[in-house]
């Protein structure tokens, strides 16, 4: 277990890395970028009707960076460690929203995007692009930390447990693999 903890420690920093690059230095998507959104206020009877898709204007007032974490790249999302992205912007006629979706282009961010919930059906608001980059640094201090939600979770879960799940928890994705793959 402990050697799990260490492997954490390092694919954390790999994946923190890659995620600063990809999407700060890479596409500018950081506090003070001007984004556009799509608005999506079609009901699902009318998800074939391009009617009710709007492009909204604004700029991103803050990120999570602090909860996220190699586990923000799961394929699969998992209640013991999820860490969802979510941004937070405001739009040119003064409305605040969160945006949850359109992260899936991402690589760093897995191929479902970092969803922030199993299901997500609910998301309005996705990211369409970024108008006007800001590349706010995250300084050295933010690549190398957030341990110690590594240390919580391996005091409350054996290394079967990472892998396989709580015998409660139906089709969970493999911790250890992931982390093996990010180390």
């Known amino acids: 277990m402990k050697q799990f903890v260490k492997d954490c420690y390092s694919a954390n920093i790999k994946w923190r890395t ?24 079609r009901s699902y009877w009318q998800q074939q009707d391009d009617e009710g898709v709007k492009t909204l204007s604004g700029i991103i007032t803050s990120i999570n960076w602090d909860t996220l974490t190699v586990f ?8 013991d460690v999820h860490s ?14 969160t945006i949850n979706s359109g992260f899936n282009k991402f690589k760093c961010l897995g191929a479902k995007g970092a969803k922030p919930t199993r299901y997500s059906y609910g998301d309005k608001y996705s990211l369409k692009s970024v108008i006007a980059s800001s590349k706010q640094p995250l300084g050295e201090e933010w690549i190398k930390g957030y341990k110690g939600a590594f240390d919580t979770l391996t005091k409350k879960r054996s290394l079967a447990q990472l892998k396989h799940g709580m015998d409660s928890q139906y089709n969970v994705p493999n911790l250890v693999k992931h982390i093996d793959d990010w180390k």
């Open 72 to 79: 923000t790249a799961l394929e699969e999302r998992h209640d």
């Open 84 to 97: 969802g992205l979510s941004i937070k912007v405001l739009l040119s006629n003064g409305d605040k929203v």
């Open 18 to 41: 890659a995620a600063y690059k990809e999407l700060v230095q890479e596409h500018g998507i950081s506090v003070g970028a001007a984004v556009l959104l799509d608005f999506d206020n």
